[in-house]
């Protein structure tokens, strides 16, 4: 039995994050780099939390969890009920404690953070958690009280997807996801290196839907495989979750080189090496960075699981180019700390302006940029500087550049869907529902490349709308 520890302990406890595998451990292997937290070690630095009156970790969780509670529970070794409460706003809990940037969300705004005491770690304490129900089996199965005729088409396998697949099942709904990969998840399958999210943790959540009586569509790209037509036909409602997966491009002199290749292929190719997958452009080389020079363009998440993908992969030497400066960076802190860890060298304010090669990449032409003074927005625009011209040598250049959302009323012949100025699709943003009946959408093909709490935040949110819908059906009916 655990003690019962009191709260506010953050004066004589500090912040102490769980064990870390040593670079040169780690950079051998795609398993995840942070160990488990011991049992009284989650519990002690549970007890910092300052329970202050105005939980700003809380407001600044997309998902408004209940962490100060949550985390009380734990300091007082009442670990169910905290996995209980931790759940009851977050569908993926263990997806979230492992791969949100709490150093941009909850920790990141924690009081005692702002007074200079260290921040609570919540991410690693709600993955302590959530670890834990799923080994003393705590993590409930989908098991409706009462099933219903009313069907959900949802049409995109990715966090907000599953995320309104679970409720609405838990609720009795009939759901049947279409997804255009032959394993349900999104980027959290493919898109999200094993090192910071394993792969089996994914799977269980997909068995658990699965074996709840959700139904997956899969190789299935609507449009193509299925009309959009057909669907709102076959079903009373429908969720479009579809995320963006159109790279953004830059346009410059030699981009069309062989071993320029966009930072979603070379991901996905490394995930589906791990499933054991036979992946021709990984075992070509093409995507493949073992003994390569690789230089990485952008500066969000996505670079840097590209960077430390290919540090694994026995690349030869990794850069990471971005055109603004470390402060300005909208990548994880953490993961710029860990990437510089395995050996990656980041080269700021810097900006590519051509490539060089006969048939392949074998040059980067650059450019050194600076930050201009702030706009009417706050942002610094970076611009180049006059003789900060350079070029080196490269194999391999990855873009990272962000995610655009695909012309969905062009793809599924449907005109009338309306999309924003960005072609992202236009929604009630507090109901979810799309200018057509019955229609509803969520996630990144609504926000634009977001993160993936706010993706399951959508989809949870969608699935109340929907089943408010329903119940207003059968009051319909009923009267």
């Not at 451990?25 to 300052?50: K, L």
């Not at 050996?343 to 700021?348: A, H, L, N, S």
């Not at 590519?352 to 048939?359: E, L, M, N, Q, Y």
Request: negative net charge.
């Amino acid at each position: 039995m655990m003690p019962k520890l009191e709260m506010l302990n953050f004066v004589e406890v500090p912040s102490e994050m769980p064990d870390k595998r040593l670079w040169g451990e780690r950079v051998g292997d795609f398993d995840e780099i942070y160990r488990d937290y011991p049992p009284e070690t989650a519990a002690v630095q549970a007890s910092r939390c300052s329970q202050c009156g105005v939980p700003y970790c809380q407001t600044h969780c997309p998902l408004h969890n209940n962490i100060p509670d949550w985390l009380k529970l734990s300091a007082e070794g009442r670990l169910k009920e905290a996995y209980y409460l931790s759940q009851e706003t977050n569908t993926f809990p263990e997806i979230c404690g492992r791969i949100c940037p709490q150093d941009r969300l909850c920790e990141g705004n924690c009081v005692i953070e702002q007074a200079g005491h260290g921040t609570v770690t919540i991410g690693s304490i709600e993955k302590y958690l959530t670890d834990l129900a799923w080994e003393k089996g705590w993590v409930e199965a989908i098991a409706p009280s009462l099933e219903h005729e009313y069907s959900v088409a949802i049409i995109g396998a990715g966090p907000a997807g599953l995320a309104a697949a679970d409720v609405l099942r838990r609720n009795g709904i009939k759901v049947v996801v279409y997804d255009q990969h032959d394993r349900p998840g999104g980027l959290l399958t493919y898109g999200i290196p094993g090192f910071k999210l394993e792969k089996p943790v994914v799977m269980k959540r997909i068995d658990q839907l699965v074996a709840g009586g959700v139904e997956f569509q899969l190789n299935c790209r609507v449009g193509r495989d299925i009309s959009f037509h057909e669907i709102r036909e076959k079903f009373d409602s429908v969720l479009v979750a579809t995320g963006v997966y159109k790279s953004r491009d830059i346009k410059c002199p030699g981009i069309g080189l062989d071993g320029i290749v966009q930072a979603i292929d070379y991901l996905t190719a490394s995930n589906r090496k791990s499933f054991g997958d036979k992946v021709a452009e990984f075992d070509s080389g093409t995507l493949n960075a073992n003994g390569k020079r690789v230089v990485v363009i952008g500066g969000g998440d996505t670079a840097m699981d590209c960077v430390r993908t290919a540090v694994r992969q026995g690349a030869k030497s990794v850069r990471c180019y971005y055109r603004r400066d470390r402060e300005n960076m909208p990548g994880s802190r953490r993961e710029v700390h860990n990437a510089e860890e395995e050996g990656v060298e980041f080269i700021w304010l810097t900006a590519p302006k051509g490539f060089a090669g006969t048939d392949a990449v074998s040059r980067v032409l650059a450019n050194k940029m600076r930050l201009s003074d702030r706009d009417a927005t706050g942002r610094r625009t970076p611009v180049p500087v006059e003789g900060g011209d350079f070029d080196e040598e490269a194999d391999l250049v990855i873009k990272a550049l962000g995610f655009e959302p695909e012309n969905l009323p062009r793809e599924w012949e449907e005109p009338d869907l309306q999309v924003t100025g960005w072609g992202t699709l236009k929604t009630n943003f507090r109901t979810h529902e799309t200018n057509l009946a019955g229609v509803y959408a969520g996630g990144d093909i609504v926000r634009g490349a977001s993160l993936v709490v706010w993706a399951i935040r959508d989809g949870r949110e969608a699935a109340e709308t929907i089943l408010k819908q329903f119940r207003n059906t059968l009051l319909d009916r009923a009267a």
